[in-house]
């Protein structure tokens, strides 16, 4: 490592850990990986960050932003303006202005919490096992771990976009699916008309760039029809390169698999 860089890099740990306290956590000394806790307007977001050995001179730090409540334009936006800080930068340490970019859009983001002057009305007439009959049944596949960052699929036999709809948000009811870095998604319906049959499909990255449409790629490969998985993954704090999209696809096939939905 270029010692210039060293001692930079040395410098911006040393005075981020003093700025952010306990929110500041080291996750490898060896891999130089740190995790910043940012809260504002009751709203939490991670980001995680790895220093490359040619940091800040030649190249950004390598990042990953847990938000798994924020709207996907909101995040793509974000994104876009974490390189525009760094484009404006470059050669110099940033993310101290990277963690205050995300603190002032949170900052511009409506809480979460219901206002306390709002009262939310008791349906107690509400019957759940109704509820779950309309969720189709979801497979949870096995996780893959990798460099301390873990993937898992999951997969369920959907019929329209209520049905997808119904599956994401019965994962998300579990605090640890709800909680992951990233929760990448991909589906593909037969729809039979008049006219003859059609296909309706769609994918969301939530954050993690190309993933979802991927996973759509390897749906239409295996011509899967009237199926949806979801892959959560886990972020550890150490970049896995091109080897995440090997271990997506991984996920995504092995759960196709192991509902009985893959097609021969």
């Not at 740990?13 to 996750?27: F, K, M, N, Q, R």
């Not at 202005?97 to 002032?104: A, S, T």
């Not at 779950?132 to 873990?150: A, F, L, Q, Y």
Request: glycine share 4%; aromatic share 6%.
């Amino acid at each position: 490592m270029d010692s210039d860089n060293l001692i930079k890099q040395a410098e911006e740990v040393e005075a981020l850990s003093s700025i952010y306290g306990d929110d500041w956590t080291i996750e490898s000394d060896n891999f130089k990986s740190y995790r910043i806790r940012i809260v504002e307007n009751k709203n939490e977001a991670l980001l995680f960050v790895t220093m490359p050995p040619d940091y800040p001179t030649l190249s950004p730090p390598k990042y990953e932003l847990s938000a798994p409540w924020m709207d996907r334009k909101i995040k793509e936006n974000l994104h876009k303006s974490l390189d525009e800080v760094y484009l404006e930068n470059i050669g110099e340490t940033v993310i101290y202005q990277w963690v205050e970019k995300i603190r002032e859009v949170l900052q511009n983001i409506k809480s979460t919490e219901t206002p306390k002057n709002i009262v939310t009305p008791v349906i107690e007439s509400l019957d759940m096992t109704k509820l779950k009959i309309n969720c189709p049944e979801i497979t949870h596949g096995e996780v893959i771990v990798d460099r301390k960052s873990s993937f898992q699929g999951h997969a369920a036999e959907v019929h329209s976009v209520e049905d997808v709809n119904a599956v994401i948000t019965k994962l998300k009811e579990n605090k640890k699916i709800l909680n992951a870095t990233h929760n990448m998604y991909a589906y593909r319906i037969e729809r039979k008309t008049a006219k003859g049959t059609t296909i309706l499909q769609d994918c969301d990255d939530d954050g993690e760039a190309h993933a979802g449409s991927r996973m759509l790629h390897l749906l239409q490969i295996l011509d899967q029809k009237n199926t949806l998985v979801v892959v959560s993954r886990w972020y550890g704090g150490i970049q896995l390169g091109p080897d995440r999209f090997r271990h997506i696809n991984n996920a995504t096939r092995q759960v196709i698999q192991q509902a009985g939905m893959l097609k021969k």
